[in-house]
Protein backbone atom coordinates (compact mmCIF):
# COMPACT_ATOMS: atom_id res chain seq x y z
CA UNK A 1 0.00 0.00 0.00
CA UNK A 2 1.66 3.72 -1.01
CA UNK A 3 1.25 5.89 1.75
CA UNK A 4 2.76 9.62 1.89
CA UNK A 5 3.96 11.16 5.01
CA UNK A 6 4.11 14.90 5.67
CA UNK A 7 6.08 16.29 8.87
CA UNK A 8 7.31 19.09 9.52
CA UNK A 9 4.71 21.90 9.62
CA UNK A 10 4.22 24.17 12.60
CA UNK A 11 3.88 27.75 13.59
CA UNK A 12 7.07 30.06 12.68
CA UNK A 13 7.70 33.90 12.69
CA UNK A 14 7.77 35.78 9.21
CA UNK A 15 10.94 35.39 7.73
CA UNK A 16 11.76 32.19 9.51
CA UNK A 17 12.81 29.02 7.89
CA UNK A 18 11.26 25.65 8.14
CA UNK A 19 11.69 22.27 6.13
CA UNK A 20 9.21 19.78 5.26
CA UNK A 21 9.55 15.91 4.90
CA UNK A 22 7.53 13.56 2.98
CA UNK A 23 8.41 10.36 3.81
CA UNK A 24 7.04 7.62 1.22
CA UNK A 25 6.31 3.55 1.84
CA UNK A 26 5.07 1.40 -0.27
CA UNK A 27 6.33 2.46 -3.77
CA UNK A 28 10.38 2.73 -4.72
CA UNK A 29 10.78 6.82 -4.32
CA UNK A 30 13.06 6.85 -7.52
CA UNK A 31 10.32 5.50 -9.83
CA UNK A 32 8.18 8.76 -9.19
CA UNK A 33 8.16 12.09 -9.54
CA UNK A 34 7.36 14.09 -6.59
CA UNK A 35 5.67 17.60 -5.69
CA UNK A 36 4.31 19.63 -3.38
CA UNK A 37 1.40 21.66 -3.57
CA UNK A 38 -0.34 23.47 -0.88
CA UNK A 39 -4.19 25.07 -0.17
CA UNK A 40 -4.00 28.44 1.20
CA UNK A 41 -7.46 29.27 4.03
CA UNK A 42 -10.26 29.46 1.24
CA UNK A 43 -8.40 29.27 -1.73
CA UNK A 44 -7.97 26.55 -4.17
CA UNK A 45 -4.95 24.08 -3.78
CA UNK A 46 -2.09 25.09 -5.79
CA UNK A 47 1.72 24.11 -7.49
CA UNK A 48 4.81 25.22 -5.09
CA UNK A 49 7.36 22.72 -6.34
CA UNK A 50 8.46 19.48 -8.11
CA UNK A 51 11.07 17.10 -8.74
CA UNK A 52 12.13 14.38 -11.27
CA UNK A 53 13.18 10.71 -10.50
CA UNK A 54 16.65 11.47 -9.90
CA UNK A 55 16.77 15.04 -9.13
CA UNK A 56 17.77 16.04 -12.33
CA UNK A 57 14.77 18.54 -12.80
CA UNK A 58 13.11 21.02 -10.69
CA UNK A 59 10.02 23.45 -10.74
CA UNK A 60 9.26 25.81 -8.30
CA UNK A 61 6.42 28.29 -8.46
CA UNK A 62 7.23 32.22 -8.80
CA UNK A 63 5.92 33.06 -5.52
CA UNK A 64 8.29 30.83 -3.85
CA UNK A 65 10.91 30.78 -6.45
CA UNK A 66 14.53 32.07 -4.27
CA UNK A 67 13.06 30.83 -0.94
CA UNK A 68 11.92 27.35 -1.21
CA UNK A 69 14.54 24.57 -2.43
CA UNK A 70 12.85 21.22 -3.04
CA UNK A 71 15.18 17.95 -2.87
CA UNK A 72 14.70 14.32 -2.92
CA UNK A 73 16.44 11.16 -0.87
CA UNK A 74 16.07 8.11 -3.01
CA UNK A 75 17.71 6.49 -0.44
CA UNK A 76 15.41 7.30 2.47
CA UNK A 77 12.39 7.34 0.11
CA UNK A 78 12.11 10.96 1.54
CA UNK A 79 11.46 14.27 -0.18
CA UNK A 80 12.40 17.83 1.61
CA UNK A 81 11.08 21.30 1.01
CA UNK A 82 13.16 23.64 2.43
CA UNK A 83 11.41 26.89 3.08
CA UNK A 84 13.52 30.27 3.71
CA UNK A 85 11.72 33.82 4.28
CA UNK A 86 8.43 32.58 4.99
CA UNK A 87 5.85 34.66 4.44
CA UNK A 88 2.42 35.42 5.76
CA UNK A 89 1.12 34.16 2.53
CA UNK A 90 2.80 30.61 3.12
CA UNK A 91 0.33 29.77 5.43
CA UNK A 92 -1.69 26.87 4.25
CA UNK A 93 -1.76 23.49 4.37
CA UNK A 94 1.38 21.92 2.16
CA UNK A 95 0.35 18.07 0.69
CA UNK A 96 3.61 15.84 -0.96
CA UNK A 97 2.56 14.15 -3.90
CA UNK A 98 4.10 11.32 -6.29
CA UNK A 99 3.75 10.79 -9.78
CA UNK A 100 4.56 7.77 -12.33
CA UNK A 101 5.75 10.70 -14.93
CA UNK A 102 9.43 10.24 -15.70
CA UNK A 103 11.95 12.75 -17.00
CA UNK A 104 9.72 15.39 -16.19
CA UNK A 105 8.72 17.17 -13.04
CA UNK A 106 4.74 17.87 -13.31
CA UNK A 107 3.12 21.07 -11.80
CA UNK A 108 -0.47 20.06 -13.10
CA UNK A 109 -1.93 18.37 -9.52
CA UNK A 110 -4.04 15.96 -12.15
CA UNK A 111 -0.60 14.52 -13.06
CA UNK A 112 0.02 12.68 -9.48
CA UNK A 113 -1.11 9.47 -8.16
CA UNK A 114 -0.54 9.23 -4.71
CA UNK A 115 -1.34 12.15 -2.31
CA UNK A 116 -0.22 12.59 1.54
CA UNK A 117 -2.71 14.24 3.73
CA UNK A 118 -1.14 17.19 4.63
CA UNK A 119 1.00 19.42 7.27
CA UNK A 120 -0.47 22.53 8.26
CA UNK A 121 1.83 25.66 7.89
CA UNK A 122 1.27 29.06 9.50
CA UNK A 123 3.39 31.73 9.20
CA UNK A 124 2.41 34.59 12.11
CA UNK A 125 3.82 38.50 10.57
Known amino acids: QVQLAESGGGLVQAGGSLRLSCAAS????????MGWFRQPPGQEREFVAS????????YNADSVKGRFTISRDNGMNTVYLQMNSLEAEDTAVYYCAASRKYLTAPRASAEYDYWGQGTQVTVSS
Open 51 to 58: VSHFGGTT
Open 26 to 33: GLTLSTYA
